[in-house]
Nanobody
Framework: QVQLVESGGGLVQAGESLRLSCAAS????????VGWFRQAPGKEREFVAV???????YYADSVKGRFTISRDNAKKMVYLQMNSLKPGDTAVYYC????????????????RGQGTQVTVSS
């Protein structure tokens, strides 16, 4: 069982940065792939980034070069550094965890947090 709690969201202007954090509790956190997803009003939840248990990293094309995902297994933390934010990045951001193969599909993740709101004004 893994519990996830996101923090770090807020209101920023376009071009600014935010760092989201995801605190995990539970055993064997290092065995999990951990992903970030986001959902804007009226839109489906979409993949943002994933850091696999083997430390591979994958990003959505829309955030590649601007966002960086990292993890600290000793602290059971996952981070999403978001730079050069755009109004289109406005959404609720969720972290999620799963074992086995990594995935870009939110529905395949076993555990999800409650989300943190990111709002980017123009």
């Amino acid at each position: 069982q893994v519990q996830l709690v996101e923090s770090g969201g807020g209101l920023v202007q376009a071009g600014e940065s935010l760092r989201l954090s995801c605190a995990a509790s539970g055993r064997a956190f290092s065995n999990y792939n951990v992903g970030w997803f986001r959902q804007a009003p009226g839109k489906e939840r979409e993949f943002v980034a994933v850091k696999t248990w083997a430390s591979s990293t994958y990003y959505a094309d829309s955030v590649k070069g601007r966002f960086t995902i990292s993890r600290d297994n000793a602290k059971k933390m996952v981070y999403l550094q978001m730079n050069s934010l755009k109004p289109g990045d406005t959404a609720v951001y969720y972290c999620a965890a799963k074992t086995g193969a990594s995935s870009r599909l939110s529905s395949e993740y076993d555990y999800r947090g409650q989300g943190t709101q990111v709002t980017v004004s123009s």
